[in-house]
C-alpha cells in the first residue's frame, strides 16, 4: 500500500490543472513521458535495492557505485527536500483545517499535525506502516471512485448525462492547441508530482522480506502511473474543456461538481487533505531514514546512526522534524524571502536524484555480477542502453527547465546548493582518504 499511494500525492489533485492549463489535452504526453522517466528509474532503483535493501537506498548505493562524495551529497539533498516538504505540506494541511473551523489559527493547526505524526514516527516503524496504510487505502478508494464515475459519465451511463466522445479532446484548439513545445512545459510542471515513488524503497529496507516486497512494488510501478494518473487525467480532459477556469484551477472538483457529487469541493478537500497528511507522514519517515542511513556510514552526526529500544532513529527523526518546524516558522513569517529560497533550492532534487540512481545503477550492475550474480532478482530491461537513455532524458529536462522562465530561478538555486553540498562531500572525502578514517561500512 506504501508503493501504490506513494504515486498519488496531493500534486496530483490540486497541481494538476497548471499543466492542463500549460499543454491542454496534451498534457496526457506530459504524464506518459514523465510517468516513463519514473518507470525506467524505478526499475534501476528495483535492480539495486533488491539485491541489497538498506534504510540509505539510493545514497548508500551512490556511496558504493561512485564514491562517498556522491552518497553524501545526494543523501543529504534528498533529506532536505523532504524537511521543506513537510514545512509546505503542514501550511497545506492547516490551511484545510482552518477552512473547517476559522476559529483556529492556521499555525496552531500546523503545529498540530506536525506533532501528531512526529508521535506516530517516534513510536515505532509499525506505527508509520500502519498510519501510511490507512492515507494510502484512502486515497486509492478515491482515485478509483474517480475513474469509475468520470468513466460512466464520460459514456453517458450516470443519469443526466450524455457521451461526450472526443469533442473535448480535439475541438478547443486541437490535442495540442499550444504544440509539442508545451508538452515539454507541461513535463516540468509535472514531473516532480512522481517524487515519492523511492519511498517504497527506504521502508522495504524494514520489512519482514525486503527482497520480495522490493520487486513487487517497483515491477507494478507501471499499471500504478497508467491507472491512477493517466487513467484519472484522461477523465478530465475528455470530460471537460481544458480551457474552462473550472478545469484549470481545480479539475477534480469540476468534473465532481460535473457529474453531480453534491458538496464536491469538501470531498475533495478531505481527499487532499489525506494526500497531505500521507506526504508529511512519508516524508518525516524518508527524511529520518536518510538521516539515520548517513550517521549510520559517517556522514551525519553518530547519534543520527543510532536506534532506540523500539527500533526508531529517535535523534535522526527529532533533527528532521526541527527543521521542519523552522521550516513553517519561517513559510509564515518570510514567505516570500527565505521559505521562496528554500523552495527553490530544493525544487529541483528530483531530477538530482533520478540521476544519480542511473550513474549508480551502471556501475552497481557490473559489481553485482562480478560479485553475486545470485542477487539480480530484478534486472533493468535492456542494459545498459536504456539506462544511458534514462540519463539522456534527464539531462534534456534539467536543459529544458533554464529555457523556462518559471523553472530556471529552481533550478539555479538547486544547482547551486547542490554544488555547495558536492564540495563538502569532496572535501570530506579527501580528509577521510588521507587520515584513514571516516571510511563508510559496505
Known amino acids: 500500500m506504501i508503493a501504490i499511494g506513494g504515486v498519488i500525492g496531493a500534486g496530483l489533485f490540486v497541481g494538476s490543472g497548471a499543466g492542463i492549463r500549460a499543454a491542454g489535452p496534451g498534457i496526457l504526453l506530459s504524464y506518459a513521458l514523465a510517468g516513463l522517466l519514473v518507470v525506467l528509474v524505478m526499475r534501476m532503483l528495483g535492480e539495486m535495492a533488491a539485491a541489497h535493501p538498506t534504510s540509505g537506498s539510493f545514497s548508500a548505493y551512490a556511496d558504493r557505485a561512485l564514491g562517498r562524495w556522491a552518497g553524501f551529497t545526494i543523501g543529504w539533498l534528498y533529506w532536505f527536500f523532504w524537511v521543506v516538504v513537510l514545512a509546505v505540506e503542514a501550511t497545506a494541511g492547516a490551511a484545510i483545517l482552518t477552512d473547517w473551523v476559522p476559529a483556529v489559527p492556521q499555525w496552531a493547526f500546523a503545529l498540530a499535525v506536525m506533532v501528531l505524526l512526529t508521535g506516530t514516527n517516534l513510536f515505532s516503524v509499525g506505527s508509520y506502516g500502519e498510519f501510511e496504510f490507512w492515507f494510502a487505502g484512502i486515497k486509492v478508494v478515491a482515485i478509483a471512485a474517480f475513474i469509475v464515475v468520470g468513466g460512466l459519465a464520460v459514456f453517458g451511463v450516470l443519469p443526466d448525462t450524455e457521451a461526450v466522445g472526443t469533442a473535448n479532446l480535439l475541438d478547443h484548439g486541437g490535442f495540442l492547441p499550444d504544440g509539442y513545445g508545451a508538452v515539454l512545459s507541461g513535463m516540468l510542471l509535472v514531473v516532480f508530482s512522481f517524487m515519492g515513488s523511492e519511498i517504497v524503497t527506504l521502508a522495504a529496507g524494514e520489512s ?190 534539467v536543459a529544458y527547465m533554464f529555457t523556462e522562465e518559471a523553472g530556471r530561478e529552481q533550478m539555479t538555486m538547486s544547482v547551486l546548493v547542490g554544488a555547495l553540498v558536492l564540495v563538502v562531500g569532496v572535501v570530506r572525502q579527501r580528509r577521510g582518504s588521507r587520515t584513514g578514517v571516516g571510511v563508510p561500512p559496505r
Not at 457529487?261 to 500521507?278: E, F, K, N
Not at 528554500?342 to 532534487?349: D, P
Request: proline share 5%; glycine share 6%; hydrophobic share 55%.
Open 208 to 397: 519482514a522480506e525486503p527482497e520480495k516486497a522490493v520487486s513487487r512494488a517497483t515491477n507494478s510501478v507501471i499499471w500504478r502511473i497508467a491507472v491512477f494518473y493517466l487513467g484519472s487525467i484522461l477523465i478530465v480532459v475528455t470530460l471537460l474543456p481544458w480551457d474552462s477556469q473550472e478545469v484549470r484551477t481545480s479539475p477534480y472538483v469540476a468534473v465532481l461538481e460535473e457529474v453531480g457529487i453534491p458538496g464536491a469541493a469538501r470531498v475533495m478537500d478531505v481527499i487532499v487533505l489525506t494526500a497531505v497528511l500521507s506526504c508529511l507522514n512519508s516524508g518525516l519517515f524518508t527524511a529520518s531514514r536518510m538521516a539515520f542511513s548517513l550517521g549510520r556510514r559517517g556522514d551525519a552526526p553518530a547519534a543520527f546512526g543510532r536506534v532506540n529500544r523500539r527500533g526508531v532513529p529517535a535523534a535522526a527523526i527529532w533533527a528532521s522534524v526541527a527543521f521542519g518546524f523552522v521550516a513553517v516558522v519561517f513559510n509564515y513569517t518570510s514567505p516570500d524571502t527565505v521559505f521562496e529560497f528554500l523552495l527553490n533550492s530544493s525544487g529541483a532534487v528530483a531530477l538530482f536524484v533520478w540521476l544519480v540512481i542511473c550513474l549508480s545503477q551502471l556501475r552497481m550492475r557490473r559489481i553485482l555480477e562480478r560479485e553475486a550474480p545470485h542477487r539480480l532478482t530484478v534486472r533493468m530491461w535492456l542494459f545498459p542502453y536504456l539506462t544511458w537513455a534514462t540519463i539522456g532524458l534527464i539531462l534534456f529536462v
